[in-house]
């Protein structure tokens, strides 16, 4: 019984000056001062303000000496969205770019073998000049395609770090 009265008796004799800062949820972007804040007890982003307090505590009640209100500019979220964001927009680019060259790639590659198909009274020379032509663009094209595809793979890649 004695030990638990010594105890009360020590921790009435504490003494602390404590800072401490806490989220203030508000709703409406309207309100002066509001941003996004993040709150690191729930790990997410609210509209609100920080706040820091500072107290004195004497063992028994905590009595605020100073206190602040706190916004934050440019957080963290709004860095990743834009980059989230972008990175999207990439993708989609990139997507659309490698559909138009495998069409491309696909037309030339038809060329070629209605080429190879249709040969006519036109002389092998003049014939044999128009494949190598039509395999050289055939080849061109795959190289496009497979580097449109690399850049659609590597900003998908982007997307889901």
Not at 92 to 120: C, D, H, P, V
Request: aromatic letters at 6%; one cysteine or more; a positive charge.
């Amino acid at each position: 019984m004695s030990l638990v009265k010594h105890n009360i008796d020590l921790v009435k004799e504490i003494r602390a000056l404590i800072f401490d800062d806490a989220v203030l949820d508000k709703s409406g972007k309207k309100s002066e001062g509001v941003s996004k804040v993040h709150d690191h007890v729930t790990g997410r982003f609210v509209f609100g303000y920080k706040l820091l307090v500072c107290g004195y505590w004497d063992g028994d009640s905590f009595i605020p000496v100073d206190f602040s209100l706190h916004r934050e500019r440019g957080s963290d979220l709004d860095r990743s969205r834009r980059r989230r964001n972008r990175a999207r927009r990439k993708v989609k680019q990139a997507i659309l770019i490698y559909r138009e060259t495998r069409r491309q790639y696909l037309e030339q590659r038809a060329k070629l073998k209605l080429l190879r198909e249709e040969s006519g009274p036109v002389s092998k020379k003049t014939i044999q000049m128009e494949l190598e032509k039509q395999q050289r663009r055939v080849i061109r094209s795959w190289k496009k395609q497979t580097k449109s595809r690399e850049k659609m793979k590597q900003a998908q890649a982007v997307l889901k770090q």
